[in-house]
């Protein structure tokens, strides 16, 4: 399958799939169309504000977006190799249309961004989530990250996670998957 290439998948009960999805890189230009729906996407968090413009001027070659056939977006991943840590790649935030989840877009974008992990030889991706984000860490689970311990980890909201991480009062839960 080409990498641009619409994905086809399905989802059985609602008989929906991705096909008509077409994915690319984003580029800077798709930084205010992006932005208006995040918040609104994410259930109304504020979270357009931890996606500055410069990921999309900076973070394009390791980061996707997925649109619809009459280009609205539907999705994207914006995501990067670590520069300190040469068997990492990291995921700095993953977003899909309400409307077109429970199809596997997600887990589109995530193995788009995996296949550009492998080739730059990583053979881990990490994601953050707040621990009580009970879909996110579903979701990331069912495509195969396991959710961290070890020191400085205590179990918040029922899951394993480091109090204080971000900005030195917000909780995350820190994903690992092994590629």
Do not use: K
């Not at 208006?36 to 990921?55: E, F, H, T």
């Not at 879909?135 to 990331?140: E, G, I, T, W, Y």
């Amino acid at each position: 399958m080409a990498q641009g290439a619409p994905r086809p998948a399905a989802d059985a009960r609602a008989g929906r799939t991705l096909e008509g999805i077409a994915f690319r890189r984003p580029t800077e230009d798709d930084y205010v169309p992006i932005v208006r729906v995040v918040d609104d996407w994410w259930g109304g968090r504020n979270l357009a504000q931890l996606l500055p413009r410069l990921w999309l001027q900076h973070f394009t070659g390791t980061s996707w977006l997925a649109e619809t056939e009459d280009r609205r977006i539907a999705g994207f991943l914006v995501g990067f190799l670590s520069p300190d840590h040469d068997d990492t790649a990291y995921c700095h935030m993953l977003a899909t249309d309400p409307n077109l989840r429970r199809v596997g877009l997600g887990a589109a974008l995530y193995e788009r961004f995996f296949a550009d992990a492998r080739a730059a030889g990583r053979t881990r991706v990490t994601a953050v989530t707040w621990p009580g984000n009970r879909v996110s860490l579903a979701f990331h689970r069912a495509i195969g990250f396991e959710i961290a311990r070890g020191p400085g980890t205590q179990n918040l909201y029922g899951t394993p996670s480091r109090a204080g991480y971000d900005f030195d009062r917000e909780d995350r839960a820190i994903m690992v998957r092994r590629i």
